[in-house]
């Protein structure tokens, strides 16, 4: 089947086109500063589509899309797996406002858009937060009255669901076993990051939490801190604003070091740059040693994502501090560039390192078509 991978944002929609078949990609395409139409934008998302649908006319030579894979960030408590859409299941996905305040509303009116112009036209969603499911409420719930929960949903949702499930099954293929048996920990390091525990599977913990703040340092995020420190900085005169922008936009790595980008710390290599890739990898081999316990004991590490899959340099700071957990890594298969699933660690390690790039555009395509199929 040939689908029209959709991940719609307030002011911009980034597209592909697959062979869920073959995994083949027909075309892809990023439409920017959708209502900014002063600077030559899209008016909305109607008129972003208008341009996808030009882009597609040229490139597509006439094959028909038979169906759209949407990947929407929140699915709450509800979507354990990718559903067809349905007028209904777009009211569910807008409830979910709250929850996702910048991410499911631009996903719903990419929703529309398509059904506004292709009336007919399957749509799926998947869920970033689908595969976290099945993480036991020892896991998702905080310790803070339940009042919280009940009335406002807080608890643990996770995000990276769908790389994270791509990830599973590839990296139980390179193991050779069934994805039901894998038992391991996963590490998505992009500009957002997230580590998460599986076990037979299922996923049963996961460093992001209510929001894709918690958890590890990343690109602009800070991850964990003490929540008091929100307290005590909004009685110094910060406002929500300042916050959210101080948290989401300002730290991780750009806040120690200026750059969020880990290509331009690797290569300046100075003492900043240097004491803020400890400070990351310490963070995320913290959790590692924690999801090893969560999990009985992993049998497999794996990295993927941009930094995952591409710094050699991060990997090797994250596994040098696991000797605890008799992990080493072999620095030739390490350094070596590749963009297959492959294994990076010795024959001594306790248990093998990997290297398994993740697809979630493939994943929901593939996703897409398994529903569009079945209904
Ligand atoms: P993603 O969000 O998955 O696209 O990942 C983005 C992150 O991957 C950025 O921090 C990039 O600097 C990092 N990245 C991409 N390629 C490389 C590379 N060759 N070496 C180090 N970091 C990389």
């Given at each position: 089947m040939i689908i029209l991978v959709i991940n719609s944002g307030s002011s911009s929609l980034k597209y592909q086109v697959r062979d869920s078949g073959t995994g083949e990609r027909l075309a892809n395409g990023l439409i920017e500063r959708i209502g900014d139409s002063a600077h030559g934008g899209p008016a909305d998302h109607t008129e972003a589509l208008d341009r996808v649908t030009e882009q597609l006319e040229a490139s597509l030579q006439g094959r028909p899309i038979d169906a759209v894979g949407h990947r929407v960030v929140h699915g709450g408590e509800r979507f354990s797996e990718p559903v067809l859409i349905t007028n209904e299941i777009i009211r569910a996905i807008e409830r979910l406002n709250p929850l996702a305040p910048l991410h499911n509303p631009a996903n719903v009116q990419g929703i529309r858009a398509i059904a506004e112009r292709w009336p007919d036209m399957p749509q799926v969603a998947v869920f970033d937060t689908a595969f976290h499911r099945t993480l036991p409420e020892h896991a998702w719930r905080y310790a803070v009255p339940d009042e919280l929960y009940k009335k406002f949903g807080i608890r643990r949702y996770g995000f990276h669901g769908t790389s994270f499930e791509y990830v599973t099954r590839h990296a139980a293929a390179l193991l050779g076993?069934?994805?039901?048996?894998?038992?391991?920990?996963?590490?998505?390091?992009?500009?957002?990051?997230?580590?998460?525990?599986?076990?037979?599977?299922?996923?049963?913990?996961?460093s992001m939490g209510f929001t894709p703040l918690e958890g590890l340092v990343m690109g602009t995020r800070s991850g964990d801190i003490d929540p008091s420190i929100l307290l005590f900085l909004s009685r110094e005169g910060y406002s929500e604003e300042d916050?959210?922008?101080?948290?989401?936009?300002?730290?991780?790595?750009?806040?120690?070091?200026?750059?969020?980008?880990?290509?331009?710390?690797?290569?300046?290599?100075?003492?900043v740059g240097t004491m803020a890739l400890d400070i990351a990898s310490y963070r995320l081999a913290k959790y590692i040693?924690?999801?090893?316990?969560?999990?009985?004991?992993?049998?497999?590490?794996?990295?993927?994502?941009?930094?995952?899959?591409?710094?050699?340099?991060?990997?090797?700071r994250v596994v040098n501090r696991l000797a605890a957990l008799g992990v080493y890594i072999d620095d030739a298969e390490n350094q070596k560039p590749g963009g297959s699933p492959r294994e990076i660690s010795t024959e001594e390690s306790a248990?093998?390192?990997?290297?398994?790039?993740?697809?979630?555009?493939?994943?929901?395509?593939?996703?897409t078509a398994a529903v569009v199929v079945s209904a």
């Amino acid at each position: 089947m040939i689908i029209l991978v959709i991940n719609s944002g307030s002011s911009s929609l980034k597209y592909q086109v697959r062979d869920s078949g073959t995994g083949e990609r027909l075309a892809n395409g990023l439409i920017e500063r959708i209502g900014d139409s002063a600077h030559g934008g899209p008016a909305d998302h109607t008129e972003a589509l208008d341009r996808v649908t030009e882009q597609l006319e040229a490139s597509l030579q006439g094959r028909p899309i038979d169906a759209v894979g949407h990947r929407v960030v929140h699915g709450g408590e509800r979507f354990s797996e990718p559903v067809l859409i349905t007028n209904e299941i777009i009211r569910a996905i807008e409830r979910l406002n709250p929850l996702a305040p910048l991410h499911n509303p631009a996903n719903v009116q990419g929703i529309r858009a398509i059904a506004e112009r292709w009336p007919d036209m399957p749509q799926v969603a998947v869920f970033d937060t689908a595969f976290h499911r099945t993480l036991p409420e020892h896991a998702w719930r905080y310790a803070v009255p339940d009042e919280l929960y009940k009335k406002f949903g807080i608890r643990r949702y996770g995000f990276h669901g769908t790389s994270f499930e791509y990830v599973t099954r590839h990296a139980a293929a390179l193991l050779g076993m069934p994805a039901e048996e894998f038992t391991g920990v996963l590490a998505h390091l992009g500009n957002g990051a997230s580590v998460t525990a599986v076990q037979n599977g299922r996923s049963i913990d996961t460093s992001m939490g209510f929001t894709p703040l918690e958890g590890l340092v990343m690109g602009t995020r800070s991850g964990d801190i003490d929540p008091s420190i929100l307290l005590f900085l909004s009685r110094e005169g910060y406002s929500e604003e300042d916050l959210d922008r101080l948290l989401n936009r300002e730290s991780g790595l750009k806040g120690l070091t200026g750059h969020n980008d880990m290509r331009s710390i690797e290569e300046s290599s100075d003492a900043v740059g240097t004491m803020a890739l400890d400070i990351a990898s310490y963070r995320l081999a913290k959790y590692i040693g924690g999801y090893h316990v969560a999990v009985g004991g992993s049998q497999a590490l794996v990295f993927t994502a941009g930094i995952g899959e591409n710094s050699w340099r991060f990997r090797e700071r994250v596994v040098n501090r696991l000797a605890a957990l008799g992990v080493y890594i072999d620095d030739a298969e390490n350094q070596k560039p590749g963009g297959s699933p492959r294994e990076i660690s010795t024959e001594e390690s306790a248990f093998p390192v990997l290297v398994v790039p993740t697809d979630e555009e493939a994943a929901i395509a593939e996703a897409t078509a398994a529903v569009v199929v079945s209904a």
